[in-house]
C-alpha cells in the first residue's frame, strides 16, 4: 500500500478556448472543454482512482467522486471535460473526503477556483483527511471587542480586532499610532481563528517594518470580522444600499471610535494618518474608499479586488459600472492594486484590467499615483496576501508623505 504523505501531485490545467480580457458588455458563460494532467511521484495501487469533484452538478456536488481521472501510466492520469459553468469551485481527492489531497501551493484544504482557460500546476504530498494546519501566531498586543452599534441600525455589531506593535495600556509615554483600518478581521493577524488556519500576518509584518525603518510611525490595526453571512459580506462590502451603509459605519462611526478611545494622537497630539487594506470583496471596498472617500484616507490597498465578475456561487459583482456612472472620480490618494495569476485570480483579471485601463485614461500615472502588482504564482488567499502586504503597505504608507 503506498504512503499517502509521501505522494508529489502534479496538475496541469489547460482549456482549449480562453475568454478576453477586454471590456465586456455583459458576463460570459460559455461551455469550455478543460484538460487536466496529473502526475505522481510514485504509483498508486491499482485500486485507486483520482477525481476531481466540486461546486456544481457536474462535479457530484462534492460527494468526493465527481468526474475521474484516466490512468495513462504508471505515474500519469488525464482528464478532459467540458465545464458547464464559467467557475466552480473544487478539490482533488482519491474518491473519499478521507483521502483529501492538501495542495502546498494552497497551504490548507481550502476549496480551489475553477475558471475557463486555467493553466495551472499544484504540488500535494498528503491523502487523508481535511485538516486545518495553523500557520502562524499573534505578535505583539492585541485586544478584541464588540464594535459600536450602528446608528443607523442597519450594521450589526461585531467582533473587532485592536493591535499594535506594544501595550499602549502600560506605556505612558506614547508618541502616536497611525490607523490601518481592515476588513475581515478574523484573518488579519490570528491563525487560529482565520478560515483556514493561515492569516495575514499583519503583525508581525508590520514589526518587521518598524524594526527595519522602513515605516517611522506605529500602527494601530483596525479590523472588523466580515458578515457571518456569505452573501452579506458580499452586500456589506460591494456596491449598493447595504455597502453604503457599511461605508458610512466605517467612516463616521467606527474611525471616531477609535480616536476617541485610543491613544493614536499621542501625547504630542500630532493627527494621525487613516489607511484601509482589504481583499477580494474587501478590495471592492477598497476601491470604493479610493475613490469616493479619498478624502478620508492617506492610503488606500486594494488586494485582489473582484470590481467585475460572475465566477458562480453567489459571486456576481460590477462595481465599476456605478463608479462610470459618477464620471469616474479619480482618486487622490495613494492607491495599490494587485492580483495574483492562479485559481479565482484569474477569474478577477478581466476586472481588474479594465479598472486599470480606467484610471490611466482619467490621468492617472502608474507607479506615483496608484502602485500595480501582478504575482502571477499566487492563489487568491491569505497566503498571497501575506507575502504581498509588507511592499504594498510600505509604498502606501511612504507616498503618503509626498
Known sequence: MINFKKIIVIVVFTAFTTTGCGPRNKFQNDIQSVEIQLFTSVPLVDSDTIFITGSNDQLGQWNGRGIPF??????????????????????????????EALLDEVGSNRDLGGWNGMDTIFHCDYFGPAEIIIDGQISGYHETLQSPIDPDGIIPSRRMWVWSPYDFRKNKSISGFDILLMSDGQNVIDPSSSTYGVDWAVDESIISLIDSNIIDRDILVVALDCSESGNNRRLEYGPGDLGDATIKYLTQTIIPFVLDNYPVTGDMGVVPKIFFAGSSMGGVLGFRLATEYDYLFDGVMSFSPAVLVNAGDGLSVDALTPWAASGYKKPTTPFYIDNGGLGLESQLQPGIDLLLANLDSIGLKRNKDYLWIKDPASYHGELGWRERFPSAFSWVFNSSKD
Open 70 to 99: 484516466t490512468r495513462k501510466d504508471s505515474l500519469r492520469w488525464s482528464l478532459y471535460f467540458n465545464s458547464e459553468d464559467s467557475a466552480f469551485s473544487y478539490k482533488i481527492t482519491l474518491g473519499t473526503w478521507e483521502k
